[in-house]
Each structure stands twice: as C-alpha cells, then as structure tokens.
C-alpha cells in the first residue's frame, strides 16, 4: 500500500486566495482525520470522518476552513481566503481500528505558507 | 479537561547515552496510549500500550504504561544520532476516535 497521499507537498500562496488540500487515505480505513501542526500550538485536530460523514468539526478555527469527503478514497481541505496566519504543516491521517492493535497513519504533509 | 503533558520538552544527549521521555495524561474514558516519532514530515507509529506493566520493545526502544499512575515512559538506549526527533505522545478515548496529543519531546543526539 502506498500510504496516506497528500498534495501537494508544498504551497505558497497569497493572502486571499483559495487554498485546497488533497488526501487519499489508506484502501480499507474507515477513518481520516486533518490535523494542523504549528511550532506554537503543536499538533491540532481540525476534523475526523468515519466513513465518509464527518463527525466532528470543533477543531476547524473559522468559517473560512472547510472539508469535505466525498467518498472513501479522497478528502480536501478548503481556505478561503487564506490569511498569513493559516500558514502551517497540515497533516491526514487514516485508521482503522480493529480492537485495541492500530493507530494511525500520517501522510507527508502539506506545508502551508500564506505571504 | 483532558490533557497529555509530556517532559522534557527538549533533551540533548550524546551518542551512546540512553534517556527516558515521560508522557503523564488526564483523560476520561481512556482507550490506549501511542507513541510516535516525528522527523521532518508525518509523525511514524512506535508503539501502542493499553495495559499496565507490560513492556513493548523494539529494538533500543521501549514504552511501557502504569495507568493507576497515569503516565508512560519511553526509553532509548545506546541513543544515535538518527534518533534525533520529535517523540509525541498521544492518548486515544474510547468515546471517540480522535487521539489527543502531548507536545512533544525534541531529542538531539550530537555525535
């Protein structure tokens, strides 16, 4: 298996543009998560779907993230606009749990900068 | 409120030494306990522990949880430079699927 795909890999953009992230989960995983990484904040949940619904979004910061799923094989995570602020590694990870023998798995990451 | 403390925040060592990262957690509803190892990109899978007292080991690495104390610990002995990282420490809950992590202990290994 290939792993959690993200892409791209690296983004730079301008204050006010629209920024969409991609994930592709693990074939099988009934879950994927976004998480957003910063060196002031660590690593964060933005949001988690359990088979393509997703369940909980507290951790989106505004109006201007969104996410969708739709269907098992593929995520994005939308800015709109983007500010500086949102800059940081945004991270998707897929699981599927069978008993207590599974923990996550990351992709690569995207490395957001927002100018 | 729920949370994962994890100390030291950054150690440096040399080669050979072994060192100890603690990850203690308040959390309801506790499910498991992972450890991963942050490079330059995604957080890698170490270990998983849900039972006290029992040890998991990997090579020079080891975990093990005490869940009446609240804590884990990681250890590494004969460190190398290639384990210079970030070690998060994060606590999955049975009353949802998301796992809540520590900040993470920088570990410099210098030659």
């Known amino acids: 298996d290939a792993g959690v795909i993200q892409s791209p890999r690296h983004e730079v953009t301008e204050m006010g543009q629209e920024v969409t992230l991609r994930c592709k989960p693990i074939?099988?995983?009934?879950?994927l998560f976004w998480y957003r990484q910063t060196m002031m904040r660590g690593l964060e949940l933005l949001i988690y779907?359990?088979?393509?619904?997703?369940?909980?979004d507290s951790g989106m910061p505004e109006d201007r993230f969104s996410a969708k799923m739709p269907n098992a094989s593929f995520s994005t995570l939308k800015i709109q606009p983007s500010e500086p602020r949102d800059s940081a590694v945004y991270f998707c990870?897929?699981?599927?749990?069978?008993?207590?023998?599974?923990?996550?798995?990351f992709g690569s990451g995207t490395r957001l900068t927002v100018v | 409120e729920d949370k994962v403390v994890q100390s030291p925040l950054s150690l440096v060592v040399h080669e050979g030494d072994t060192v100890t990262l603690n990850c203690s957690y308040e959390v309801t509803n506790f499910r498991s306990l992972l450890w991963y190892k942050q490079e330059k990109k995604a957080p890698t899978f170490l270990f998983m522990l849900t039972s006290s007292g029992i040890e998991k080991k990997s090579g020079r690495l080891s975990s093990i949880l005490d869940k009446k104390e609240l804590f884990s610990i990681l250890n590494i002995t004969a460190t190398q430079t290639g384990d210079s990282a970030v070690y998060l420490c994060?606590?999955?809950?049975?009353?949802?699927?998301?796992?809540?992590f520590g900040a993470g202990t920088r570990l410099t290994v210098k030659p």
């Open positions: 990870a897929s699981s599927l749990w069978q008993g207590d023998n599974y923990g996550y798995t």
């Open positions: 994060a606590v999955a809950q049975y009353n949802n699927n998301d796992m809540r």
């Open positions: 074939s099988g995983h009934d879950y």
């Open positions: 779907f359990n088979n393509n619904v997703p369940i909980d």
